[in-house]
């Protein structure tokens, strides 16, 4: 396969990093991945490996605040800086695909940001997919967050190499979880929203934690007539780093194969 890594300039002037995997034949599709809060595009890496050899490339940038790119770490003013990156980003994508289909994979915090992304762009992409997701019921407050101390890295996977690994990434952010974030904020207004979300979706969660049950009530109120949940029962947050992440991988490909 085929990597580059580049810059460009975001939204107010930003300096955004990016990376890409491409393959050497032919190519099916182009997957651009949303990552997580305070982790960075280069934790894809089963993801990579797994389609870029069957002919989809793969796309993902740093949000702001995150990994290699500017911006004051995991904050934000507003939820819409990351969704504006993001669409200067896919018209890049665009650009360079123009006669492909475009799949954004949002995980964790980038389902969130995806979700937002489709209520405005959702005609341009072929498909949403979310990992590690969900939303809370209308009128229900989201769940709370840990504040003043790092993400719990052993909530990420029961694969501890994956866990140390996370912990001595130096592009991960490990300092203290903000008291309020944007993040929070759009967390609380996505439940009214959703029904607005009508383009095909793939919606994946483990249930070892709450994004399981988070997972259903997405499932349940997105407005797409063309939509599926998949739950692996005991997955931690971070499906696509599991020990049966090869397995979250083909039923990928299945409903990926599906909407070609």
Same mark, same amino acid.
């Given at each position: @396969?085929?990597?580059?890594?580049?810059? /460009?300039? !975001?939204?107010?002037?930003?300096?955004?990093?990016?990376?890409? &995997?491409?393959?050497?034949?032919? =190519?099916?599709?182009?997957?651009? %991945?949303?990552?997580?809060?305070?982790?960075?595009?280069?934790?894809?890496?089963?993801?990579?490996?797994? /389609?870029?050899?069957?002919?989809?490339?793969?796309?993902?940038?740093?949000?702001?605040?995150?990994?290699?790119?500017?911006?004051?770490? +995991?904050?934000?003013?507003?939820?819409?800086?990351?969704?504006?990156?993001?669409?200067?980003?896919?018209? @890049? +994508?665009?650009?360079?695909?123009?006669?492909?289909?475009? /799949?954004? %994979?949002?995980? $964790?915090?980038?389902?969130?940001?995806?979700?937002?992304?489709?209520?405005?762009?959702?005609?341009?992409?072929?498909?949403? %997919?979310? $990992?590690?997701? !969900?939303?809370?019921?209308?009128?229900?407050?989201?769940?709370?967050?840990?504040? !003043?101390?790092? =993400?719990?890295? $052993?909530? =990420?996977?029961?694969?501890?190499?994956?866990?140390?690994?996370?912990?001595?990434?130096?592009?991960?952010?490990?300092?203290? %979880?903000?008291?309020?974030?944007?993040?929070?904020?759009?967390?609380?207004?996505?439940?009214?929203?959703?029904?607005?979300?009508?383009?095909?979706?793939?919606? @994946?969660?483990?249930?070892?934690?709450?994004?399981?049950?988070?997972?259903?009530?997405?499932?349940?109120?997105?407005?797409?007539?063309?939509?599926?949940?998949?739950?692996?029962?005991?997955?931690?947050?971070?499906?696509?780093?599991?020990?049966?992440?090869?397995?979250? @991988?083909?039923?990928?490909?299945? &409903?990926?194969?599906?909407? =070609?």
């Amino acid at each position: @396969m085929k990597h580059r890594e580049g810059n /460009f300039t !975001g939204y107010q002037d930003f300096n955004i990093y990016y990376q890409c &995997w491409l393959p050497e034949e032919s =190519l099916k599709a182009v997957l651009l %991945i949303a990552h997580g809060f305070a982790e960075h595009s280069g934790r894809y890496g089963n993801v990579v490996d797994y /389609f870029v050899p069957k002919g989809y490339a793969v796309y993902a940038p740093d949000h702001r605040g995150h990994g290699r790119s500017d911006g004051e770490r +995991v904050q934000v003013e507003n939820f819409s800086d990351y969704t504006r990156d993001l669409k200067t980003f896919f018209d @890049m +994508v665009r650009k360079e695909n123009p006669d492909k289909k475009i /799949f954004l %994979i949002g995980h $964790s915090m980038g389902s969130a940001i995806g979700l937002v992304y489709a209520l405005r762009y959702q005609h341009e992409l072929a498909g949403l %997919i979310t $990992s590690g997701g !969900g939303i809370a019921r209308p009128g229900e407050p989201p769940p709370p967050r840990r504040t !003043g101390e790092p =993400l719990d890295a $052993s909530m =990420l996977s029961r694969d501890p190499a994956v866990v140390e690994a996370y912990v001595n990434d130096p592009l991960v952010y490990r300092g203290p %979880i903000p008291e309020r974030s944007a993040l929070s904020d759009m967390r609380s207004t996505l439940p009214e929203r959703v029904a607005e979300i009508k383009l095909p979706v793939l919606i @994946m969660a483990g249930t070892g934690r709450p994004d399981g049950e988070r997972s259903k009530v997405l499932h349940e109120l997105i407005g797409s007539e063309d939509k599926t949940l998949k739950l692996y029962k005991g997955l931690l947050h971070e499906i696509f780093n599991e020990p049966e992440h090869q397995q979250v @991988m083909s039923d990928m490909e299945a &409903w990926l194969e599906a909407h =070609l």
